[in-house]
T-cell receptor, first 112, second 116 residues
Framework: AQSVTQLGSHVSVSEGALVLLRCNYS??????LFWYVQYPNQGLQLLLK??????LVKGINGFEAEFKKSETSFHLTKPSAHMSDAAEYFC??????????FGAGTRLFVKA | DTGVSQDPRHKITKRGQNVTFRCDPI?????LYWYRQTLGQGPEFLTY????????KSRLLSDRFSAERPKGSFSTLEIQRTEQGDSAMYLC??????????????FGPGTRLTVL
């Protein structure tokens, strides 16, 4: 069955440090992959998406993600964390039809 | 484009009561989704509409849940005889089914339901 695994339910970084949030998907079907961010008591906002164009995708707020087919991964990175990046991040996978599968989420904490 | 809106944002109810939530999608979007999200989890798919037709329902959607999308515009999600286990955030999302978009979904702010 199709699944999305986010390694680490919580990640803590210092302000200015590298952010790395991991996502692995399970499907042999060429995917569409998404990263969403959710702030407390709000809906999900799209950060970036992979749709089989460039393997390195740039999104909003300085985030980017690299699609690696050989590793079935789509990890999210940001070179320098900001306090405002503290939120929950969800990786999602769409393979066609109507259904998008979401990971369980990773909560990012940013320490001053 | 005013985005996806949901009403109410918060609902507190007593066990056994019925509740109804409304979602207004982005106007030109033909797909509409309802998700449930509990603490520490990602959104779980509940149901999906293509225009006014409800094409898929999750097994999570018991007989107490019903959703409609009359005329393919706004949608309502009703929960009858609420139970404490229904307490969650209910998210609505919409998308435009066009090739190459990957079904990018736009989410509303959610309705947080608390069943006492």
């Amino acid at each position: 069955a199709q699944s999305v695994t986010q390694l680490g339910s919580h990640v803590s970084v210092s302000e200015g440090a590298l952010v790395l949030l991991r996502c692995n998907y399970s499907s042999s079907v060429p995917p569409y992959l998404f990263w969403y961010v959710q702030y407390p008591n709000q809906g999900l906002q799209l950060l970036l998406k992979y749709t089989s164009a460039a393997t390195l995708v740039k999104g909003i707020n300085g985030f980017e993600a690299e699609f690696k087919k050989s590793e079935t991964s789509f990890h999210l990175t940001k070179p320098s964390a900001h306090m405002s990046d503290a939120a929950e991040y969800f990786c999602a996978h769409y393979t066609g039809g109507f259904k998008t599968i979401f990971g369980a989420g990773t909560r990012l904490f940013v320490k001053a | 484009d005013t985005g996806v809106s949901q009403d109410p944002r918060h609902k507190i109810t007593k066990r056994g009561q019925n509740v109804t939530f409304r979602c207004d999608p982005i106007s030109e979007h033909n797909r509409l989704y309802w998700y449930r999200q509990t603490l520490g989890q990602g959104p779980e798919f509940l149901t999906y509409f293509q225009n006014e037709a409800q094409l898929e329902k999750s097994r999570l959607l018991s007989d107490r849940f019903s959703a409609e999308r009359p005329k393919g515009s706004f949608s309502t999600l009703e929960i009858q005889r609420t139970e404490q286990g229904d307490s969650a955030m209910y998210l609505c999302a919409s998308s435009l089914a066009i090739g190459g978009s990957g079904n990018e979904q736009f989410f509303g702010p959610g309705t947080r339901l608390t069943v006492l």
